[in-house]
């Protein structure tokens, strides 16, 4: 899997920059209890961007934000890709030509102008 990030605005340190536990990608599926342990041994690096950055990143990396310590946007356009079948009974959300039914159950902050996105 990767992701493909476009920023459109700028993501300094007090903008919560997206955290990454570098090589955290190479260790496959990870449990949610060992998480702070491979945080640990790989450590956590900001991923600052300016406006017009560009990411392209292996999807399952260990990543968090957190909060803004200043308020200001940080819009991104970002793009899911796989080639395979998501692992473990996954499923993406929002894929063309699934069922709208489908479609409904995304959580209330999906929401862009009162419209799901």
Do not use: F, K
């Amino acid at each position: 899997m990767l992701t493909l990030r476009v920023h459109l605005d700028p993501v300094p340190e007090t903008n919560a920059p997206l955290r990454v536990a570098p090589g955290s990608h190479r260790l496959g599926r990870i449990a949610e209890t060992d998480v702070p342990a491979v945080v640990s041994a790989c450590g956590v690096v900001p991923c600052l961007a300016d406006a017009g950055d560009i990411w392209l990143y292996a999807t399952p990396i260990l990543h968090a934000s957190d909060r803004a310590t200043a308020v200001s946007r940080r819009r991104v356009l970002q793009v899911d890709y796989s080639a395979d079948a998501l692992p473990g009974g996954l499923d993406w959300l929002g894929v063309w030509g699934a069922p709208a039914a489908d479609l409904t159950r995304l959580p209330e902050s999906s929401c862009l102008n009162g419209r799901r996105s």
